[in-house]
């Protein structure tokens, strides 16, 4: 690691860095009174779509604490919309016609980032000015399967049942649909990349629901796809898999440099499965900032203690920061992973 080269960058990357990285996923949001106060001024995707209210909020978490990363305040729908998909927020993601036809999935249009998500990457442009010292900023996308999920149910669900009997009742349409949104994101991640974003991560938040067959023949195939076009971008690439214990195999050999992962997995056996080639990112139960600041501090020391002294590891929730969270409780787990990692790699 170079002086000039950000912490979490460098464990991106598995390079040995002096105290281990920490960003919170939703670390934009909800539980910031500043950012309710922006919230309550206009619509949610007035706020996705206006770059200067979505700068704003990107960069108000790294005004509170010395968090090593900020992360583009968007929706992982968004470029849907610029695809042609009627949707609205009721307060998640609502298609109003899904798509469950060969006919609705050829009317979708190939993604042009520079006319279907221009605000997107203005963001990006103000918040690479505004960051303090050189905090780097991730780019991120939903993976093709979950996007997938919310075209093919139309909304939220907690099994989403008609898209996983998609892929069994009609398998080439489905992995049709899922080679479009591949390609999608890959165009929209890619032009993030040349908008300024230093890192791209890609959120598969509902993978974990498929049986490894089908996640191996339909969601991870199309990472692959939408993760192999950005190799050539130079920017580190993650993928977050939510509920993927029965599933890190799989990730072995997948073509990013983190994978993500979210509490239910110690990172000890987490590591042992992926190799040594693959950084990780995660992961305190987010209700572990509920504890006492005693337990809490003793919950990210038993994440720290996990994810061994061999360098590539990135603190994060195992999900996203929950709404009631006390902002202090927040400080507190920053503030032990910089101290209490900075000291072990001291003593290492």
């Not at 009174?33 to 922006?38: A, L």
């Not at 968007?74 to 798509?99: C, E, H, K, N, Y």
């Not at 890959?186 to 990349?193: K, N, S, T, W």
């Not at 974990?208 to 339909?218: D, N, V």
């Amino acid at each position: 690691m170079s002086a000039d080269t950000p912490a979490f960058l460098a464990a991106c990357r598995g390079e040995p860095v002096p105290y281990t990285p920490i960003w919170i996923m939703r670390q934009a949001g909800r539980y910031l009174p500043e950012y309710r106060e922006v919230r309550s001024r206009v619509s949610f995707e007035t706020l996705t779509r206006t770059p200067e209210l979505a700068a704003e909020v990107t960069l108000q978490p790294l005004r509170r604490f010395p968090l090593d990363a900020a992360i583009l305040f968007s929706d992982i729908m968004t470029p849907l919309q610029g695809m042609g998909v009627d949707l609205t927020f009721d307060p998640g993601p609502v298609v109003r016609a899904p798509i469950r036809t060969d006919a609705a999935i050829d009317a979708l249009q190939p993604l042009v980032a520079e006319r279907d998500v221009p605000f997107v990457l203005e963001t990006i442009r103000l918040i690479r000015a505004a960051a303090p010292g050189n905090v780097p900023l991730i780019g991120f996308a939903g993976g093709p399967f979950t996007l997938f999920c919310y075209l093919v149910c139309g909304r939220p669900s907690k099994e989403f049942e008609t898209a996983r009997a998609f892929l069994y009742a009609q398998p080439e349409a489905a992995m049709r649909l899922l080679e479009r949104l591949a390609d999608a994101m890959a165009v929209y991640l890619g032009a993030q990349a040349a908008a300024g974003a230093q890192a791209l991560m890609v959120f598969e938040s509902w993978g974990g629901l498929l049986a490894p067959p089908q996640f191996e023949r339909f969601a991870l195939a199309a990472a692959r796809r939408t993760l192999a076009a950005l190799r050539s971008r130079g920017v580190p690439l993650i993928y977050y898999l939510n509920q993927g214990s029965a599933l890190l195999e799989h990730l072995a050999a997948l073509e990013a440099d983190v994978i993500g992962v979210d509490w239910r997995s110690p990172l000890g056996a987490v590591r042992r499965v992926l190799g040594a080639n693959k950084a990780v990112q995660g992961n305190l139960d987010p209700a572990a900032l509920f504890a006492p600041p005693a337990e809490l501090i003793a919950q990210a020391e038993r994440v720290l203690r996990e994810a061994g002294n061999q360098p590539g590891h990135i603190f994060n929730l195992g999900h996203g920061i929950w709404p009631q969270t006390d902002p202090d409780a927040v400080a507190r787990l920053v503030d032990v992973v910089h101290e209490r990692s900075a000291r072990r790699g001291a003593s290492a």
